[in-house]
């Protein structure tokens, strides 16, 4: 092949590239969720995916694929093609902890994935059944203590954000709870509800709606301040619990290799469209989460500095999935 021949092949390439580039999105976008239809990260996702319907033009499709405490579909967007169409609505639990805590990990969070922007600050709340007798969360800490291994917890399953938090206050307080992992959030909070578990720590968006319905009583949140959408219920350090502050988070992320320019396009329609959005912040706060954005390179620092957090408290657990 000549060498105006090759020249020319390699214009035409990069003409291509770039026209697909310029035409981003041309189709539907996948938004794939490691957790089931109603958990917090789901219903994160699902109003981050109508926000960039609305500032892309194009049809943002979540598709749920849960299982293994958010590997599944993490793993699905990691091997996808790098091409902006399927993307992850991933967590603390999947992109931070997730590293630490499970020995044949088949994704890295920063090595597999780049990161477009954090979505949400998803505070962490202790409820109860009504029927269980701790009207406190001091109570239920002395109710622990008095009868270790005699109170159950629930959790969306072994390993994920609900399980690990409760497994650090445990070890902050000195306490002993047994731990009976659901496959997914929602079928652990049915059974809190039910009485067939006594405790759990979820998020707002799984707990708070039962708490307004008097099904549960919330004890504490796990944040450095009480939250907006339940103002009456004190945090973990007024509870008596000490300063202990353990969010969630819920973010966006594309699979390594993706062009630059779609990563930008993502995150300018989140600024523009998401965290100063009236009805995105009245439909997180009335969960009891935050919407909020960083830039692709302040993500990236996010991510890397929580899976340092959470390594060190994975390892203060002694919490380990093989």
Known sequence: MSTIRKALVAASVWLTAGLALAAYPDKPIRLVVGFPPGQATDLVARTAA???QEAL??????????????IIGSDLVAKSAPDGYTLVVGSSGTMAINPSLYSKLPYHPLKDFEPVSILSVVPLFLAVNPAFPAKTAAELVQQAKAAPGKINFGSGGSGV?????MELLKHSLGID???????GSPAAVTDLVGGQINTMIDTGPALLPHMRTGKLRILAVASE???????????????????FVAPAWVGLAAPK??????????????????????????????????????TPAEFTKYIQSEIDKWALAVKL??????
């Open 257 to 294: 290799g993706t062009p630059k320019e779609i990563v930008e396009a993502l995150h300018k329609a989140l600024v523009a469209n998401w965290r100063d959005a009236p009805d995105v912040r009245e439909q997180l706060n009335g969960l009891g989460a935050e919407p909020a954005v960083n």
């Open 225 to 243: 301040k009480r939250n907006a959408a339940a103002p009456d219920v004190p945090t973990m350090a007024e509870a008596g619990l000490g300063n």
């Open 50 to 52: 109508r926000k960039l």
């Open 161 to 165: 954000t609900s399980h690990l938090t």
């Open 317 to 322: 657990s002694g919490a380990k999935v093989d």
């Open 177 to 183: 709870l047994t731990h009976v992992p659901y496959k």
């Open 57 to 70: 033009g194009q049809p943002v499709i979540v598709d749920n694929k849960p299982g293994a405490a958010g």
